[in-house]
């Protein structure tokens, strides 16, 4: 990954501007937006003044069904009949989605073009836009077919956030949490207070200072281990739990957004945090009563547990059959490389079941 590249990011409240000085100071020989139907409506007429007349404009379509090789095809095949060339600029405006399928576009268009994201989510803002990780799904599984490349630059506003649907404000929430619990526990007390419920009444200002703590977290994990050897996944904390709910929810029709499948998961995962270390019950009582007031309980049934674990089996982060887990010690530190049996991943979904029996 180039190092140089993977901590280019800057917070404003005034995106117009600080993308009009980024475009004046660098020198591409053509430049292109991607956006979808969502952004193109709500996000590119607040960047519009910034942009050339030149820009080209790229559409595709939002929905995880669309993040795949079709769609990068599709892309690149716009790209060269526009007549990139190896000094154009996409921009990446839009949500992880979109970023990722954007910025493996790029990176793989003549052999990697700049790119830039502008993260229009509160998901992406806090999560998918700090990394490197580029990626599109294939056959049904997710990032099958990506590469490590940082954007050129990511420029962060909360001004996107005003048009976005509160379920997707509370998905990008559950991964501030998230930071919170695995590394800083002044982070999740102030999210906890925030509370979330009406992110409209919260101030740019706040909520930008919010994102960039979150960001400075994500960031701080990903410089000590930026392909994922080992404190990386510290971030995972919720998702094995959580990438099984995902899917299981999904493919049941009952559609549940990323966070809210990794809020559910947090909680399994705090339950295992309980049980296989110090991890204080009191603590783990007053996660479950936050977690649930934003993030209600979907319901389960024991026939359901067989699915669920294959799910977990099938989690790219296991090695062989085993379950490996990164767990809380406390509020702000985690434990990475937990392995978890059959029995254990049972009794987390015993006490989930039971939350709400
Ligand atoms: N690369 C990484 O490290 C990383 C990390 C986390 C997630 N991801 C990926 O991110 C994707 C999920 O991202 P997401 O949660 O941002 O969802 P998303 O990109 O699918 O966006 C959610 C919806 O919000 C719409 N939208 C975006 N911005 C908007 C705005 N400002 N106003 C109104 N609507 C808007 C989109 O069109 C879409 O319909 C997944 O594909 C996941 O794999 C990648
Ligand atoms: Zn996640």
Redesign the pocket.
């Given at each position: 990954m180039q190092e140089n590249n993977l901590y280019n990011i800057t917070h404003t409240t005034t995106v117009v501007e600080t993308l009009k000085e980024l475009l004046t100071v660098s020198n591409y020989s053509s430049l292109f937006v991607l956006v979808?139907?969502?952004?193109k409506q709500?996000?590119l007429p607040i960047i519009q003044t910034s942009l050339p007349p030149a820009v080209i404009i790229i559409k595709t379509k939002?929905?995880?069904s669309n993040?795949n090789i079709e769609s990068a095809t599709y892309i690149w095949k716009q790209l060269t009949e526009r007549e990139a060339d190896r000094h154009s600029l996409l921009i990446n405006l839009?949500?992880?989605?979109?970023s990722?399928l954007g910025g493996f576009s790029a990176s793989c268009f003549m052999r990697g073009i700049d790119f830039v994201t502008i993260p229009?989510?509160l998901?992406?803002q806090v999560?998918?836009s700090v990394?490197g990780?580029?990626?599109v799904n294939l056959l049904g599984l997710?990032?099958q077919i990506g590469v490590f490349r940082s954007a050129h630059h990511v420029l962060i506003d909360p001004v996107?956030?005003k048009?976005?649907?509160s379920e997707?404000i509370l998905?990008?929430f559950a991964e501030m949490l998230k930071h919170g619990l695995i590394q800083d526990e002044t982070h999740f007390r102030q999210l906890q207070e925030i509370g979330i419920s009406d992110h409209q009444l919260i101030s740019d200002e706040v909520f930008g200072n919010l994102i960039q703590q979150s960001v400075a977290i994500k960031k701080q994990i990903v410089r000590a281990d930026p392909y994922e050897k080992g404190i990386r996944k510290a971030l995972n904390f919720g998702h094995t739990f959580g990438h099984a709910f995902e899917s299981f929810f999904n493919s049941s029709g009952k559609n549940i957004?990323?966070g809210h499948a990794v809020a559910l998961g947090m909680i399994c995962e705090s339950f295992l945090s309980n049980k296989k270390t110090n991890f204080p019950l009191h603590d783990l009582l007053s996660l479950v009563a936050f977690f649930t007031t934003h993030y209600p309980l979907r319901k389960i049934h024991r026939q359901d547990y067989d699915t669920l674990i294959e799910w977990m089996t099938h989690d790219k982060k296991n090695k062989s059959k085993q379950i490996n887990i990164s767990i809380l010690e406390k509020i702000g530190k985690v434990k990475i490389n937990q392995i978890v049996n059959n029995g254990d991943i049972i009794e987390a979904l015993d006490f989930y079941m039971q939350l709400y029996q």
């Amino acid at each position: 990954m180039q190092e140089n590249n993977l901590y280019n990011i800057t917070h404003t409240t005034t995106v117009v501007e600080t993308l009009k000085e980024l475009l004046t100071v660098s020198n591409y020989s053509s430049l292109f937006v991607l956006v979808d139907e969502n952004t193109k409506q709500h996000c590119l007429p607040i960047i519009q003044t910034s942009l050339p007349p030149a820009v080209i404009i790229i559409k595709t379509k939002s929905g995880e069904s669309n993040k795949n090789i079709e769609s990068a095809t599709y892309i690149w095949k716009q790209l060269t009949e526009r007549e990139a060339d190896r000094h154009s600029l996409l921009i990446n405006l839009g949500g992880g989605l979109l970023s990722d399928l954007g910025g493996f576009s790029a990176s793989c268009f003549m052999r990697g073009i700049d790119f830039v994201t502008i993260p229009t989510t509160l998901l992406s803002q806090v999560d998918a836009s700090v990394g490197g990780k580029q990626a599109v799904n294939l056959l049904g599984l997710k990032n099958q077919i990506g590469v490590f490349r940082s954007a050129h630059h990511v420029l962060i506003d909360p001004v996107f956030l005003k048009t976005l649907p509160s379920e997707q404000i509370l998905s990008g929430f559950a991964e501030m949490l998230k930071h919170g619990l695995i590394q800083d526990e002044t982070h999740f007390r102030q999210l906890q207070e925030i509370g979330i419920s009406d992110h409209q009444l919260i101030s740019d200002e706040v909520f930008g200072n919010l994102i960039q703590q979150s960001v400075a977290i994500k960031k701080q994990i990903v410089r000590a281990d930026p392909y994922e050897k080992g404190i990386r996944k510290a971030l995972n904390f919720g998702h094995t739990f959580g990438h099984a709910f995902e899917s299981f929810f999904n493919s049941s029709g009952k559609n549940i957004t990323h966070g809210h499948a990794v809020a559910l998961g947090m909680i399994c995962e705090s339950f295992l945090s309980n049980k296989k270390t110090n991890f204080p019950l009191h603590d783990l009582l007053s996660l479950v009563a936050f977690f649930t007031t934003h993030y209600p309980l979907r319901k389960i049934h024991r026939q359901d547990y067989d699915t669920l674990i294959e799910w977990m089996t099938h989690d790219k982060k296991n090695k062989s059959k085993q379950i490996n887990i990164s767990i809380l010690e406390k509020i702000g530190k985690v434990k990475i490389n937990q392995i978890v049996n059959n029995g254990d991943i049972i009794e987390a979904l015993d006490f989930y079941m039971q939350l709400y029996q």
